[in-house]
């Protein structure tokens, strides 16, 4: 059974119709769309294309409606997975962006694998992630 957690670069990608990320998200079982990627998705919106605005929020409800995606939310167990990511990278020595590290903690209390261009979601230890290489 295939499970990813999207990143703003997979779902970017995935709009933009990257065949690589396409075909992944395609022949996925399960797809995990974690709310902090919402927010960046959204601000993107927000600093985009006024007259697309409305058409860009309608694409994604309707991706959010698809049976394979679920909304995956902050709680509790995703907070102290984040904490330990958090600590861990830093007693490494490689601090990474806050949000990347919340994608990882909610892919981590879900099973799944990130599905991401970042490569430095590599270091989480804690996450897989299967990292896509830009054209």
């Known amino acids: 059974m295939s499970r990813y957690c999207l990143d703003i670069s997979a779902y970017s990608n995935f709009k933009r119709g990257d065949r690589q990320v396409v075909d992944i ?3 996925a079982d399960w797809l995990g769309m974690p709310s902090v990627v919402l927010g960046e998705i959204e601000i993107g919106f927000l600093l985009g294309n006024p007259d697309r605005l409305a058409k860009n929020r309608e694409e994604l ?3 959010l409606s ?3 995606v679920e909304e995956l939310v902050v709680d509790s ?3 102290r ?3 330990d990511i958090v600590v861990s990278l830093r007693r490494a020595g490689t601090p990474l962006p ?3 590290i919340w994608i990882a903690a909610i892919s981590s209390r879900a ?3 990130v599905l991401t261009y970042d490569a430095h979601f590599g270091l989480i230890q804690r996450a897989g992630a299967h990292i896509l290489l830009q054209d």
Do not use: L
Request: charged share 20%.
């Open 66 to 68: 698809n049976v394979a």
């Open 81 to 83: 997975i984040y904490a």
């Open 61 to 63: 409800r309707m991706f």
């Open 98 to 100: 806050s949000n990347d």
């Open 111 to 113: 099973g799944a694998t």
């Open 77 to 79: 167990e995703v907070s």
């Open 25 to 27: 998200m395609d022949g």
